[in-house]
Each structure stands twice: as C-alpha cells, then as structure tokens.
C-alpha cells in the first residue's frame, strides 16, 4: 500500500510539474544548490555513516569511492545543480512544425515523460543529479537509492524536499523509498499505473532483474565493457596518455577502461610503455600473446573465462593482441562493447570502420572513453548512460526525459 500512495502522489505531483514555469522550477533547483552546500556537515556526518558501514561490510575500495561524499565533491554536486538552471528548458519546445494542405498547422511538442522510477546502488550523488533533472523536465521521481547510501539520501532527500516547499511545488516531486527491501524494488516495477519509466543505474544483475520483472518500460544502461584499441598508425606517446586517463582517472566510473586491446604490428613497444607507465597503479590480466610481452609487470596474469567480460570498477585492465581493427571489432562485439569504446589511430578509414561497426551508445576516435558523462556532453547532470538503442543512447540529459504530444491548430476544421 506504501508504494500505491507514493504513486498516486508522484502522479499528482507530475500534473503539477507539467504546467509549473521555468522560472518556478529553476527556483527550486537554486535553492537546493543552496541548501546541499549550507547543510554540508549534516550530510557529510551522514554519509561518514555510510562510509562506516560499508567498510564493515567489506564493500571493495571502488564501491566506497562511489560512496564517498566530501566537500568538494559536493560543492561539485550543488554546481552541477546550478548548471543545469543555465540550461534550456526543452518543455513546451517544437520538434518540427508544418502546415498541411487543409491548412492545420501541425507540430510535436515536447512534454514531460510524468513519473520515473530510478533504482540505483552506492551512489549518494545520483540522488541530486535525478532530481535536477526530473525537475527541470517537469518530470516526477520515485528513488529507491541501496543500502548502502541510507543515512546520505535521507539527508539529500530532506534537502529537496524542503527546497521544493519554499519554491512552493509539491514535496511528492521526488520522493524516496526508505526500507532496502528487494520486495519493494518488485513491486515499484509493476506499478504501471503511476509510474511511466524506470531506469535502473548499476550492475548488470539489476538491469537484468529490472528488464524481466518490470511493467513498465525500462530504460537499460550504465553497464558495458569498455574497450581502447591501439592501432598501429597510432601516436604511441599520445596514446599511451588516453589510456592512462581512461584506466585510472576514476576506475569506479562505469566509462572507464575495462580492455586494451593493440595491434601486433605495434604491441611489442606499445605494451612494454603501458608497463612502463602503469606498472605501480595498475594489475594487468592479459592473453597469452599479450602476457609474453609485459613480462616486466608486477602484477601480471593469464587471463581466463570471464574476465574480458568483467567490468572491473577498479585497476585491474584486461589486455589482448590482435591483427587489426577487424579483430578488435570482432573482440568487442563479443564481449559486450555497448557503453564507450575508442580507437587510437591515424588512419581515417580505420577510424571510419571503427566508428560504423562498434556497437557503443559513445564511440571516441583519439580521445578517452571517460568523456561519456552528461556535464562533459553540455548536457549538465545526466540520469543514466543509456546502452539500449531504442528512445535514448548515451548519457540521458533533459531532453531524453521529455517525449513529445502532436498538436494541431485549425479554423474549426472537420475532417473530410
């Protein structure tokens, strides 16, 4: 019943977002930038609670570097709120218009999706970053955030709720679903009657768990494995700086690197610099090709079945030799490159056949496959990386959470 009267709530609370002004809504998402940096402490003792819990619960270094909020990262998280005040508002904006033959002008406008369901893990950021965007769109948000982040979403939750109140817009705009309890993730996923889209952001049990259970259409995303591809017309030294990025900038990020893959032609050289230059950051699981030639490395293993599909989260890099960029496509479309892959390479038919034939929601040529994030595509926060290929691909920003309604203008005009 709990879940029925969340709802009814968010689908009262969307009626009134649909028709709320710009104005009023970036009102909200002001005061909320506000309010996260004025009760900083508060947050972070909560979150320091988390963080406290999770190490007791032997969560793995990666899973509590997504946990971790401090004051920078939520400095950040209250700017990229306000960016996304600075943001068009794409509600109430024409796709396309034309006037037919009868003279009705004819146009698709976009519209607000109404409620979303977002079931995310150890995430306390994705908290803001949905209800930012929710709100701009005129969208409202039914959270369920894991067990992990309680004592941090409550918190964030207390702040937007009360900067909804103040901008005078309903509290039930973004609500949150308390108890971690799976049998309530089950029955968010057939409440089809209120809520209009689900998306899930974390591992591929998730996704998988949502994509069989759900009622309701649901958005699949943020998992992949990530693949770079060295070819042999690359920059070495300039690439050799990509990879780096990719790898160990933030390997808990789900765009970061999972698989190297380099051409034979300049294996030899190329592995025996990422040894060189990773070799104290980074354990390296490799194929047999591939092992022979970084014998150097401290942490080096045979890879096995499964771990060129794993998506590692953490600096571990799978690695492999290949003929060419047909056999790295071959690769990747077999292990599952569907989030943000790239090529290094020199060659603009290389990079051509590499861009048309992966199948990734995000395709680089010559840059980092970290780039696949919302504020990085101008786009301000994002809800999800999308990977699926129908509605949204890549990271869902406003626009991805409106749809579109036709609207026809006539002079009293039956139809013949």
Request: proline share 3%; glycine share 6%; charged share 25%.
């Amino acid at each position: 019943m709990q879940l029925i009267s969340m709802g009814k709530a968010a689908k009262e609370a969307a009626f009134q977002l649909a028709t709320a002004s710009t104005a009023q809504k970036n009102q909200a998402l002001a005061i909320i930038a506000d309010e996260l940096e004025a009760n900083a402490e508060t947050i972070l003792a909560a979150n320091g609670k988390d963080i406290e819990n999770g190490r007791k619960a032997g969560l793995t270094d990666a899973l509590l570097d997504r946990l971790l909020l401090n004051k920078l990262r939520l400095t950040d998280i209250a700017n990229d709120v306000r960016n996304v005040i600075s943001l068009n508002d794409p509600v109430g904006s024409e796709l396309d218009s034309k006037v037919l033959e009868n003279g009705m002008s004819l146009s698709r406008r976009r519209v607000p999706l109404g409620v979303v369901g977002v079931i995310y893990e150890a995430r306390p950021n994705v908290t803001i970053d949905i209800a930012a965007l929710c709100l701009k769109t005129g969208n409202a948000s039914i959270l369920r955030g894991g067990k992990e982040t309680f004592f941090s979403n409550m918190e964030l939750v207390k702040v937007i709720q009360s900067a909804l109140a103040k901008a005078e817009l309903p509290a039930a705009s973004v609500q949150y679903i308390e108890k971690p309890d799976r049998e309530l993730v089950s029955q968010l996923l057939k409440l089809d009657d209120y809520v209009d889209m689900i998306i899930p952001r974390g591992g591929a049990g998730l996704h998988k768990m949502c994509k069989e259970n759900s009622t309701i259409p649901v958005i699949i995303g943020g998992f992949g494995i990530s693949h770079i591809f060295v070819d042999d017309s690359a920059n070495l030294e300039k690439s050799l700086d990509v990879v780096e990025n990719a790898k160990v900038q933030r390997p808990s990020a789900c765009n970061s690197l999972d698989t190297l893959l380099v051409h034979e032609k300049v294996a030899a050289e190329f592995l025996s610099l990422i040894v060189e230059r990773m070799n104290d950051k980074v354990s390296f699981v490799a194929e047999p090709k591939a092992q022979a030639l970084m014998s150097a490395a401290t942490q080096l293993r045979q890879a096995g079945d499964g771990d060129f599909d794993t998506e590692w989260l953490a600096y571990t890099l799978g690695v492999k030799v290949v003929a060419d960029v047909k056999e790295a496509i071959d690769h990747m479309r077999v292990h599952n490159a569907s989030h943000s892959d790239a090529i290094m390479t020199d060659s603009l038919e290389n990079a051509e056949l590499f861009i048309n034939s992966a199948g990734s929601a995000a395709v680089y040529v010559n840059a980092s496959t970290r780039f696949t994030d919302g504020a990085q595509f101008g786009l301000g926060a994002e809800v999800a990386v999308s990977t699926q290929k129908l509605h949204a691909r890549g990271p869902m920003g406003l626009e991805e959470l409106t749809s579109y309604k036709w609207v026809g203008k006539a002079n009293y005009l039956p139809r013949s």
